[in-house]
């Protein structure tokens, strides 16, 4: 072939995709050809046909495979007068080797201890010089019996010394930065190559929290990409020798107004073990690498926005449980004429359910069961101003209308955030009647003789606390002997099941079960069933009940008459019409 008839241009071409690919086979198989994963296929073109090479590399004794485990049990350092070598020409014969030919279907395979070794370049100036080397047992091994003599079997093991010793000396020669490169992109978070004045190298993550545009090799001032307390922070920490602690190596700032981190200082140290010549170049300018221990520090920081904001959550809620629980009575009034029991039960995120109950001077019992909108700190303040206006306002006037306008006007007055809905009930001392006033709230369920008063639809009112005219439903139903009052919180009613039946549509079968027991009994009882209705691991919202038994009105029966109820729209009962009120009934 003469010179006029070669591509010259072609060739060029294919050179180069042979220079590309013999680089990325280098430097992508040396992790997997170290974990005995595989051998780089540039070790393979140069060992004959039907002949093969795979290193053996395993985390402890336990793992080598028992086909192996004979041959690296002669070779190991530990054993008695251990080979460099060893292995058969006939698998398929050999009962000692058998398990290689019954596996792999090898007949040749012979054992050995590799050793691969990269020099540094000498430098005089350098004393005690450490060689980057590995020994690692491997096997050459062949499907067809006789297939290495001891001539050609060192021709194969300088071939494999040859290729490994190759590599080995590309990744010493690139050891840093094959490093970095990997450990940039595992490790999640910013990552930065910084001394104590310049950074040197950023991830992916690092680049787009600070907007870095950095070339290789060349550093930036970090007072230029990082905050001032950072900055001073990686300063004092690095110091002059590199040593500080792991707690020294942590702290948390925020780099901004809505980002805070968490951050991780730590020596890299990439020659902690090798040491290397000053001929050798580290990559990184300014850096000499008798420095590279000592100056060079990773450090990582943390988006830990997110889990500070759940820690101030956390705290919050403690302190609203806290705040929720100490807005409960302690003891709910107890008469002879009266058992009344309560609870609120939290959900995990705490909301603004609350009730309350005041024993009055005429021993009336004036009674509130709410739900302030919202979660946390904000629902439990705002459940705390309810409750204290009720306690402030019952004492001057009882009246249900009074109570309602009362609260309401506090919490417009103090512009609190959000609104409030309520059950307010008034008690007769006697037991024989009861008001109730409802502000946006569902209305207790009163059970007469066993059965619940025939049901309507929830009377129109609005919750306490809205930039609407206040709209308010009162009723007075008349009591006897046995007759139950239940009142709920929307979070005990409105529980779901999985078909979307709600509890508020078992509530009536389950007091009229247990309606003969005692009220603490009956609450114990509906507590149980709402958990086992619902089937959700999770509560959804809290559940507040109170549960009121009549149990011997002071009056005498004879004068009750069936359930009475009186709707007064927009106007309250004040105590002369109350009485006036019982007394027409008992005429």
């Known amino acids: 072939m003469t010179e006029s008839h070669i591509d010259w241009k072609r060739i060029s071409e294919l050179k180069q995709t042979v220079d590309q690919a013999v680089k990325g086979e280098i430097l992508s198989h040396w992790t997997n050809m170290d974990k005995a994963e595989m051998m780089p296929d540039i070790i393979r073109r140069f060992l004959p046909e039907g002949i093969d090479f795979r290193l053996l590399r395993y985390p402890s004794e336990e793992e080598i495979p028992a086909e192996h485990r004979l041959a690296l049990k002669i070779m190991?350092?530990?054993?008695?007068?251990?080979?460099?070598?060893?292995?058969?020409?006939?698998?398929?014969?050999?009962?000692?080797?058998?398990?290689?030919?019954?596996k792999f279907g090898w007949r040749t395979a012979i054992y050995m201890l590799v050793n691969i070794f990269h020099e540094p370049i000498p430098d005089p100036e350098v004393g005690n010089v450490r060689r980057l080397g590995v020994q690692v047992p491997g096997v050459i091994f062949s499907p067809h019996p006789d297939a290495?003599?001891?001539?050609?079997?060192?021709?194969?093991?300088?071939?494999?010394?040859?290729?490994?010793?190759?590599?080995?000396?590309?990744?010493?020669?690139?050891?840093?930065?094959?490093?970095?490169?990997?450990?940039?992109?595992?490790?999640?978070g910013a990552l930065l190559l910084v001394s104590p004045d310049n950074i040197y190298e950023a991830n992916d993550e690092a680049r787009r929290w600070f907007h870095l545009d950095i070339s290789p090799g060349q550093p930036v001032s970090i007072s230029t990409i990082l905050p001032d307390c950072l900055c001073r922070w990686i300063a004092d920490t690095?110091?002059?020798?590199?040593?500080?602690?792991?707690?020294?190596?942590?702290?948390?700032?925020?780099?901004?107004?809505?980002?805070?981190?968490?951050?991780s200082l730590r020596p890299y140290r990439p020659w902690e073990k090798i040491k290397i010549s000053r001929m050798m170049a580290t990559g990184y300018r300014g850096i000499e690498n008798d420095q590279i221990n000592t100056r060079l520090h990773l450090l990582l920081l943390r988006d830990v926005t997110r889990e500070w904001e759940a820690d101030i959550l956390e705290q919050e809620v403690r302190l609203a449980r806290r705040m929720q629980i100490g807005l409960q009575p302690e003891v709910m009034p107890q008469t002879?004429?009266?058992?009344?029991?309560?609870?609120?039960?939290?959900?995990?995120?705490?909301?603004?359910?609350?009730?309350?109950?005041?024993?009055l001077e005429d021993g009336c019992i004036a009674m509130v069961i709410g739900d302030a909108t919202g979660h946390g700190v904000d629902s439990a303040l705002?459940?705390?101003?309810?409750?204290?206006?009720?306690?402030?306002?019952?004492?001057?006037?009882?009246d249900p209308n009074a109570v309602l306008r009362s609260i309401d006007g506090v919490l417009r007055r103090t512009q609190q955030h959000g609104f409030v809905t309520l059950i307010y009930m008034l008690l007769e001392a006697d037991g024989s009647a009861m008001q109730y006033g409802l502000a946006g709230h569902y209305p207790p369920i009163i059970f007469h003789h066993h059965d619940p008063l025939p049901e309507s639809t929830t009377p129109e009112s609005l919750p306490l606390g809205v930039s609407l005219p206040s709209h308010y439903h009162f009723e007075t139903v008349s009591l006897s002997a046995g007759d139950i009052i239940a009142a709920f919180s929307d979070g005990f009613?409105?529980?779901?099941?999985?078909?979307?039946?709600?509890?508020?549509?078992?509530?009536?079968?389950?007091?009229?079960?247990?309606?003969?027991?005692?009220?603490?009994?009956?609450?114990?009882?509906?507590l149980k069933e709402i958990n086992e209705f619902s089937h959700n691991p999770v509560q959804q919202d809290d559940f507040t009940a109170i549960i009121i038994r009549i149990k011997n009105p002071?009056?005498?029966?004879?004068?009750?008459?069936?359930?009475?109820?009186l709707s007064c729209e927009g106007a309250g009962l004040s105590s002369a019409t109350r009485k006036e009120r019982s007394d027409e009934s008992a005429s």
């Open 76 to 102: 190991s350092p530990e054993g008695e007068n251990p080979l460099h070598v060893i292995g058969t020409m006939d698998a398929k014969n050999d009962p000692e080797y058998r398990l290689l030919y019954e």
């Open 148 to 188: 290495i003599t001891e001539d050609n079997l060192i021709d194969l093991v300088t071939i494999v010394d040859l290729g490994l010793t190759a590599m080995l000396l590309r990744i010493g020669v690139t050891f840093f930065a094959s490093r970095s490169m990997h450990l940039w992109q595992s490790i999640p």
């Open 238 to 263: 690095i110091g002059s020798d590199g040593i500080y602690s792991s707690e020294q190596g942590n702290a948390t700032f925020w780099l901004n107004d809505t980002l805070r981190t968490n951050a």
């Open 336 to 359: 002879p004429v009266f058992d009344i029991v309560a609870t609120c039960q939290p959900a995990h995120n705490i909301g603004g359910d609350l009730y309350d109950a005041v024993t």
């Open 382 to 398: 705002l459940a705390a101003v309810v409750s204290g206006a009720f306690r402030s306002s019952v004492a001057i006037d009882p």
């Open 493 to 526: 009613l409105e529980c779901r099941n999985a078909v979307g039946e709600t509890f508020q549509q078992v509530i009536p079968g389950i007091i009229r079960k247990y309606a003969d027991g005692d009220a603490d009994g009956m609450l114990r009882t509906l």
């Open 554 to 565: 002071v009056c005498d029966p004879s004068w009750k008459k069936s359930a009475q109820r």
